[in-house]
């Protein structure tokens, strides 16, 4: 210290704590640690030239140099504590909690525990307690007590950062399922629009009319126009090249059936646009065939008047 007035300050090291003069409870460790801290209180500063620089309070330094992100760093008034690197438990057990119980006795928690099991198992969990008691999953992959796997696994989103309740966006339940948007997956996979996927792999758009709005019958004439309008190509994707497929340009294809974008296709709408097709042909087909009917019974009942006289 040179010339300090400061009180129950620890200095280990040469030069540590140097310029020290009016600070106090500082505990400076390792050759110039703290070295320009002239009125700093409260500090904790570790290692070769730890916080050299540093001239706050209530400030932790764990470094062997004076940079000013130590490895570790700390702000003992703000209850903040900065890693500056990679973070790994090791061992059989590690967890890391962090909690804050406020005035209405409502808890905020974000608890990751880490636990090694023979099966490779990591049961994690990620928890908030709303200001209302109730429970707001923001994200969980643990169980209530240690050693338990979860039975549901909600991600949640805000469009803001200021929001205070976000929405569940994914959401993986005890059984596998996994639901985009709901939180009540019945199939494997399970948007919110109302399409999934089958437990046997086969994709289902939703089509219930709950769904739906503006339901119109597709006209014979529209879907042979559409029909006509569609180009069949071969190609590969860019991403598999080694892959042959058959299809259609999402760019060229007729109005009716093109997406928004243009850059996708729902098989469902060539499907609908075939069918309407295939029904208007087997109409003329049946109209043909009674036409024809009615031809032969003609020319039958002809023949009869012919060999009568």
Known sequence: MNGSTGSANTFIGLWAGYNTSTGGSNTFIGHTAGYHNTSGAGNVFIGYDAGANEKGSKRLYIADSNTSTPLIYGEFDNKKLTVNGDLSL???????????????????????????????????????????????????????????????????????????????????????????????PSYPLQMASGAYVTTGGVWTNASSREYKDNIKGLKVENAMETLQGLNPVTFNYKVSPEENHVGFIAEEVPDLVAMKDRQGLSPMDIVAVLTKVVQGQQEAIQEQQKTIQELTDKVIRLEGELKRR
């Open 90 to 184: 090791v061992g059989p057990n590690g967890q890391i909690s962090v909690s804050n119980t406020t005035a209405d006795n409502t808890t905020k928690i974000l608890r990751i525990k880490l636990n090694h099991y023979a099966n490779a198992q990591l049961p994690v969990w990620l928890f908030r307690a709303a200001s209302n008691g109730t429970n707001n999953f923001v994200a969980l992959g643990g169980g209530a007590s240690d050693g338990n796997a979860a039975t549901q696994i909600d991600l949640y989103t805000a469009p803001t950062t200021t929001t205070p309740t976000g929405t569940a966006r994914i959401t993986i339940k005890g059984n596998g399922n996994v639901g985009i948007g709901t939180q009540n």
